[in-house]
């Protein structure tokens, strides 16, 4: 740490300061800096990069780039700002993206919501936002929605336009005597979800994919800006509805930084609990859908009878089965009533039942086994170069898991042990999701006999302790929190201003984003039955991959 | 003339297949969702057995669409011959002691010629659907019928072989317990082969959902896709036909004979093909390609010559 210290201090900062335990946050004063501090890091072995995230001070004429680097095997991180002119034509930076291959969609993104123009940068088009955004920039402060949405049949007509031309365009290049052609794999496709893959293939074999992406862009990190601390996380659960716990648990922790708030131990143990089980109904379906993708529903289908009785349990605590809003800064939303832990009770013992079963014939399948044990092969080196993170890295064998890194809740009080898988093949994640499933299971057993024992000895109140009380307004600051979500890290940058009523910036970075990025380099050279095999194993959800 | 006309259209002719399409349909449904640990259509009829009814009439009275830039003839043409040219075989087949319509010494070949039919129409509706799409599924369809097809027609010999005679009922009277033995690995094989041929997982190749929406498929809807998929029910019918009259002994019973007995066998085929679909993800074209050259051409081979010895050993003197 001290010495990754030094390596900044070398160059002209602001400040250079440490930041919780794992983290170093420093700004520097240039930003012809940049490519060399960014070369540093990486000599250093800071070599993943997390996201890149502005934030526009539109009253300061600045616009805050903050870079997340990472280093998943030490754990030694940065968090590196530089301040641009706001103005437009003048709103530009060195690209990343020629020596941290994770920022190349990141940039994109901020380079399509804030205009920031990244020079050098290889592929620098619009991504998520739709074509009647072109030549404007939602996410900054001045933009007017309201104008914007005033002209809704004009958009959707710009929109159509925009895919006649590309579809009448998109294959003037190729050949006419050749069998190359470019298939559209979705957004209707029985198994893409919507997301768009523009196939560039030749008969049964493909030669590039370019993801298209943006299908259920709901601006999150703008709706945020626009509601009240505790109406946020509503914006926030919708990140994805398979695990909505795990991103609220990210989204409170960030509020309470900021507030000075500590949660009391029977809500931190709460949140374990809780993010536990909707981490196993977002694995459940993880599972099933890396097999329905080989056109065997059978486990999807065994999947969701065991998973609707750990929903039975969300819902008798929070009253919704998947849009729960059980997470509050300050803790958990409501009190347990302790028959609660019946509902979960029956969960675990359908579990138990089941668990072997699915094991013996759909883990160990040798049919799967024979498709899926040498595609999509990620070395460990390319996990770090991507930035990939959660099933998809620990299936490369990767030991990175935020829950040991960097704990929060009650995790530091369980003894975590990492599980990797070696050869990072399709089916080493399928696996490395039922192993998953297995070790989330026993950490809800952990958790609830914990809170049983705790209730009765009288050291945790289970309808008074869930609450701690988080002022309204906020003073200025600015805080960033990490969770291991369902498909891996989920890092919310939150930024607010004096006596601040809402968000002034959160920014999400999203699991699912990098894993998409994947696919062209994963898919080169392979065939059609590859691409449903090769998405369903990166555990993509489009909800987080658009936000 | 009256009799004819019975032949084509109640039985084994039109009436038949369509019992046939619905009851099976509704059967695979059910079976299918007691694997998923699933109900099933229960609404409608007794445990939802009208179910599959409304839902193909439904289908037939639903507007069929024919897409823009399409010879509308061909891709119109095409469903109603496949379903024509998939009943066929059943005048072939011994249904029942001294039942069958055509009576012809070469059964076995008009079978196979048949059977072997079906997937060239196929592969015209994706060609005529003028959808990416559907030309892969039909190129796919053809690539797998040609792979198929060899070690299926092979493994279908092997009665003809045995027992020195093309004429179908004459395999079925001479067919015993023995010759039953004597045929397994020929059952085994024509078994496997028939999963590629209906595309069946894990050999459900051409209409794979998930890489090719559903292939050939995938610009049919209204009246000329519930004709495609009476076409696979009776192409089901024809080639479970094939295997219970070439290695199963047909109409031939415990303790009597009767056409109940064809129909148990031919859904106990069902049956195994239906748990080996819950069962089993998807093959790549490339392993199919492999399974089908490397392997099953090579065993089917063996099975011939198999046969030949054990014919030289025990069949001789017959």
């Not at chain 2, 790549?284 to 011939?304: D, E, G, R």
Request: charge should be negative; charged fraction near 20%.
């Amino acid at each position: 740490m001290e010495h990754l210290k030094e390596l900044i201090s070398r160059f002209s900062c602001a400040y250079v300061e440490d930041y919780k335990k794992i983290w170093i946050k420093a700004k520097l004063n240039s930003k012809d800096d940049l490519l060399d501090v960014a070369k540093a890091l990486q000599t250093e072995g800071l070599r993943s990069l997390s996201t890149v995230s502005p934030t526009d001070f539109a009253e300061d004429g600045i616009m805050e780039i903050n870079y997340f680097f990472e280093d998943l095997d030490t754990k030694r991180n940065l968090w590196l700002k530089v301040d641009l002119p706001r103005d437009e034509a003048v709103c530009e930076i060195e690209s990343l993206t020629p020596l941290f291959a994770s920022a190349n969609w990141h940039e994109r993104e901020a380079y399509s919501m804030f205009g920031v123009r990244f020079l050098h940068h290889p592929d620098l088009r619009d991504i998520i936002k739709s074509e009647d955004f072109r030549d404007k920039y939602p996410f900054r402060v001045d933009f007017d929605w309201d104008a914007h949405e005033k002209e809704t049949v004009a958009n959707v007509q710009q929109i159509v336009d925009a895919f006649k031309k590309e579809q009448s365009e998109n294959e003037v290049d190729l050949e006419s005597d050749s069998s190359e052609t470019i298939l559209n794999w979705g957004p209707t496709h029985p198994a893409s979800g919507p997301i768009r893959l523009r196939v560039h293939c030749d008969g049964e074999e493909i030669i590039s994919i370019d993801p298209d992406i943006g299908y259920v862009w709901r601006a999150l990190e703008h709706l945020v800006t626009k509601k009240d601390f505790i109406g946020a996380i509503v914006a926030v659960e919708r990140l994805c509805f398979m695990d909505n716990i795990n991103s609220m648990v990210g989204y409170a922790m960030a509020v309470e930084e900021i507030a000075g708030v500590t949660i009391t131990p029977f809500a931190s143990w709460m949140r374990v609990l809780l993010g536990e089980t909707a981490r196993i109904s977002s694995h459940f379906m993880g599972m099933g859908v890396f097999f329905n993708n080989m056109g065997l529903h059978t486990l999807a289908m065994w999947n969701m009878d065991t998973r609707e009785f750990f929903l039975d349990f969300l819902e008798s605590y929070s009253g919704a089965r998947i849009a729960t809003a059980a997470i509050e800064p300050g803790g958990v939303r409501y009190g347990l009533d302790m028959r609660m832990f019946d509902e979960l009770q029956k969960a675990l013992d359908k579990f138990d039942a089941n668990i072997d079963e699915v094991e013996a014939i759909f883990v160990k399948n040798p049919t799967m086994r024979m498709r899926a044990a040498e595609v999509g092969r990620l070395s460990a080196d390319e996990i770090h170069m991507f930035g990939l993170s959660g099933i998809v890295a620990r299936a490369s064998g990767v030991k990175t898991d935020i829950r040991i890194d960097e704990p929060y809740a009650a995790y530091d009080k369980l003894d975590l042990e990492y599980i990797t898988q070696e050869r990072g093949s399709a089916r080493d994640r399928f696996v490395m999701i039922f192993e998953e499933l297995k070790s989330s299971v026993a950490i809800i057993k952990k958790a609830k006999q914990h809170i049983e024992e705790a209730v009765a000895n009288g050291e945790m109140n289970p309808t008074k302790d869930h609450m701690v009380k988080v002022p309204k307004k906020l003073p200025k600051g600015e805080a960033i929190s990490r969770v291991e979500w369902a498909r891996g890290e989920v890092l919310m940058h939150l930024v607010t201003q004096e006596k601040a009523k809402s968000p002034y910036r959160l920014k999400m970075r999203a699991p699912s984003f990098n894993h998409t990025m994947m696919l062209d380099y994963l898919l080169r050279g392979q065939t059609l039955s590859d691409i449903p095999l090769i998405f369903g194993s990166l555990y993509v959800c489009q909800g987080d991959l658009d936000r | 003339m009256s009799e004819l006309f019975f032949n084509a259209f109640v039985f084994p002719g039109l009436l038949y297949v369509l019992i046939w399409t619905v009851g099976l349909f509704w059967f695979f449904r059910k079976f299918m969702a007691a694997l998923h640990k699933r109900v099933g259509p229960s609404f409608n009829g007794k445990a939802g057995s009208y179910q599959t009814l409304f839902d193909l009439s439904k289908l037939l009275t639903k507007e069929s669409i024919t897409p823009d830039g399409v010879n509308p003839y061909l891709f119109s043409i095409m469903p109603l011959l496949a379903v024509i040219v998939a009943m066929l075989p059943s005048a072939f087949i011994p249904w029942m002691d001294s039942f069958v319509v055509i009576k012809s010494d070469y059964g076995l070949l008009a079978l196979v010629v048949l059977i072997g039919i079906e997937p060239f129409l196929l592969f015209l509706t994706g060609f005529g659907s003028h959808n990416k799409y559907s030309f892969l599924g039909g190129i796919r369809i053809l690539t797998q019928a040609i792979s198929m097809e060899t070690a299926f027609v092979l493994a279908a010999l092997s009665p003809a072989i045995l027992f020195s005679t093309l004429n179908l009922s004459a395999i079925v009277e001479q067919s015993s317990w023995f010759s039953f033995l004597v045929l397994f690995p020929g059952f085994i094989l024509y078994f496997i082969a028939l999963l590629g041929l209906l595309e069946q997982p894990p050999f459900n190749i051409p209409d794979a959902e998930q890489e090719i929406v559903f292939g050939f498929y995938t610009e049919y809807s209204g009246t000329n896709y519930f004709l495609l998929q009476v076409a696979m029910f009776a192409e089901f019918m024809a080639v479970f036909a094939g295997a219970v009259t070439l290695f199963l002994g047909a109409y031939k019973g415990i303790f009597f004979d009767s056409y109940l007995f064809f129909f148990l066998k031919m859904l106990s085929i069902a049956l195994v093909m239906m748990t080996i679909r819950a069962a089993t993800p998807r093959i790549t074209l490339s392993q199919m390609l492999n399974f089908s050259w490397k392997y099953m051409v090579p065993l089917a081979l063996l099975n011939i010559a198999w046969i030949f010895f054990a014919k030289s050993l025990w069949f001789m003197g017959a």
